[in-house]
């Protein structure tokens, strides 16, 4: 089955870097895009990456933009994200979620279970 | 970037009864870029409905999803025990994919 486990979290000061993972397994993973998504404390879900299958393509929110990089390893079924600059405001749960066409249609249908990371002095 | 608003906020309802939930864009979404999750507390969010109106594999048809443009629904149409949560609209855009704030379904 459809599995995706994020790692790498944890507590970070600001204007650090921490390197989040997610790893893949049950499905062709170089077949897909794949997101990484997070959600603050209590609150809702905004969406921060997207990496092609291939990845020849990466999109950021623009929150994160020049201070996050996403990128991906097919030969080892991971996701990356790298995070630099960390702000109090990147304190979230983070997840990752793949990337399913449907006819002409997209989704987010499976999602890791989520990864803490907190920035704080 | 489109912002959606979801509504209401929260939603106190008892099992049995019918939930509908709201999601507004601040400009048109194509039908087929339109999604409903369920998240429960300590979880991932779960795919409910995609292109606006489609149930995901497993997904019980007291789920509905309908709208077009920029007004959008969900509904639930007979409450169980295990539909209390909190649900989110999210839209695809060309580059950047927007969530709603979400709408919390409690039980009253």
């Known amino acids: 089955q459809v599995q995706l486990m994020e790692s790498g979290g944890g507590v970070v000061q600001p204007e650090g870097s921490l390197k989040l993972s997610c790893t893949a397994s049950?499905?062709?993973?170089?077949?897909?895009?794949m997101h990484w998504v997070r959600q603050a404390p209590g609150k809702g879900l905004e969406w921060v990456a997207i990496?092609?299958?291939?990845?020849?393509?990466?999109y950021y929110a623009d929150s994160v933009k020049g201070r996050f990089t996403i990128s991906r390893d097919n030969s080892k079924n991971t996701l990356y994200l790298q995070m630099n600059s960390l702000r109090v405001e990147d304190t979230a749960i983070y997840y990752c979620?793949?990337?399913?066409?449907?006819?002409?249609?997209?989704?987010?249908?499976?999602w890791g279970q989520g990864i803490l990371v907190t920035v704080s002095s | 970037e489109i912002v959606l608003t979801q509504s209401p906020g929260t939603l106190s309802l008892s099992p049995g009864e019918r939930a509908t939930l709201s999601c507004r864009a601040s400009?048109?979404?194509?039908?087929?870029?339109l999604v409903w999750y369920q998240q429960k507390p300590g979880q991932a969010p779960r795919l409910l409905i995609y292109?606006?109106?489609s149930r995901a594999t497993g997904i019980p048809d007291r789920f509905s999803g309908s709208g077009s443009g920029t007004d959008f629904t969900l509904t639930i149409s007979r409450l169980e025990p295990e539909d209390f949560a909190v649900y989110f609209c999210?839209?695809?855009?060309?580059?950047?994919?927007?969530f709603g704030q979400g709408t919390k379904l409690e039980i009253k």
């Open positions: 979620a793949r990337d399913l066409w449907v006819g002409d249609t997209r989704m987010f249908d499976y």
């Open positions: 049950g499905f062709s993973f170089s077949s897909y895009g």
């Open positions: 990496i092609w299958y291939d990845a020849s393509n990466k």
């Open positions: 400009q048109s979404v194509g039908n087929n870029y």
């Open positions: 292109g606006a109106s």
């Open positions: 999210q839209q695809y855009g060309t580059s950047s994919h927007t």
